[in-house]
Antibody
Framework: QVQLVQSGAEVKKPGSSLKVSCRTSGGTLNNYTVSWVRQAPGQGLEWMGGVIPIFDIANYAQRFQGRVTFTADEATTTVYMELNSLTPDDTAVYYC??????????????????????WGEGTAVTVSS | DIVMTQSPLSLSVTLGQPASISCRSSLSLVYSDGNTYLNWFHQRPGQSPRRLIYKVSQRDSGVPDRFSGSGSGTDFTLKISRVEADDVGIYYCMQGSHWPSITFGRGTRLEIK
């Protein structure tokens, strides 16, 4: 059973940056997309965007555009989420979730972010002065 | 963005009794390929969400057949035929039909009465 393994909890100061990793426990992410979803304390789920590791292409939800960057390593076993200019409102658990790529020749792999059939365990981030 | 409205926001159910959660979208979720990309997730306290249902009514592997999804267009329902203790937590619907917007409902908290 493939798992997504995330990096550990972080405590950050306002204005600083955060980088969270998400690694597949077996094989590569070549046939998958990976979404990032966050959950503020006591709140619901919010899709931040995703990355297509085989193409190293990222897509961002509008409200995070310009402040977040998703990347994948060359081996396509690990993806990263970097969030800048942190505020206390960024205090949340950050999850990665696996999607599919579909037919990679179609140029529509981003559509398959919605699949989310496997989730990481989450990375708790606290932003506080 | 597409708004997903769940109701009720909380549900208290006696063990062995049925439960039903509604999810309504602000626009039809029928995609141009004829499919409807509506998922249901369950999140137990302190755990990651787990997908239960995809494309409205397709149960994920390992999900008991007590869980069923139905609906079309803008109105969808998750039903649990007989609630068990392990079913507590929060249930979310999520739409993936309207790229670039992937949106979740606010969640429905299920507790045992």
């Amino acid at each position: 059973q493939v798992q997504l393994v995330q990096s550990g909890a972080e405590v950050k100061k306002p204005g600083s940056s955060l980088k969270v990793s998400c690694r597949t426990s077996g094989g590569t992410l070549n046939n998958y997309t990976v979404s990032w979803v966050r959950q503020a304390p006591g709140q619901g789920l919010e899709w931040m965007g995703g990355v297509i590791p085989i193409f190293d292409i990222a897509n961002y939800a509008q409200r995070f555009q310009g402040r977040v960057t998703f990347t994948a390593d060359e081996a396509t076993t690990t993806v990263y989420m970097e969030l800048n200019s942190l505020t206390p409102d960024d205090t949340a658990v950050y999850y990665c979730a696996r999607g599919l790529t579909g037919d990679t020749t179609s140029g529509l792999s981003h559509f398959y972010y919605y699949v989310m059939d496997v989730w990481g365990e989450g990375t708790a981030v606290t932003v506080s002065s | 963005d597409i708004v997903m409205t769940q109701s009720p926001l909380s549900l208290s159910v006696t063990l062995g009794q049925p439960a039903s959660i509604s999810c309504r979208s602000s626009l039809s979720l029928v995609y141009s390929d004829g499919n409807t990309y509506l998922n249901w997730f369950h999140q137990r306290p302190g755990q990651s969400p787990r997908r239960l249902i995809y494309k409205v009514s397709q149960r994920d592997s390992g999900v008991p057949d007590r869980f069923s999804g139905s609906g079309s267009g803008t109105d969808f329902t998750l039903k649990i035929s007989r609630v068990e203790a392990d079913d507590v937590g929060i249930y979310y619907c999520m739409q993936g039909s309207h790229w670039p917007s992937i949106t979740f409902g606010r969640g429905t908290r299920l507790e045992i009465k």
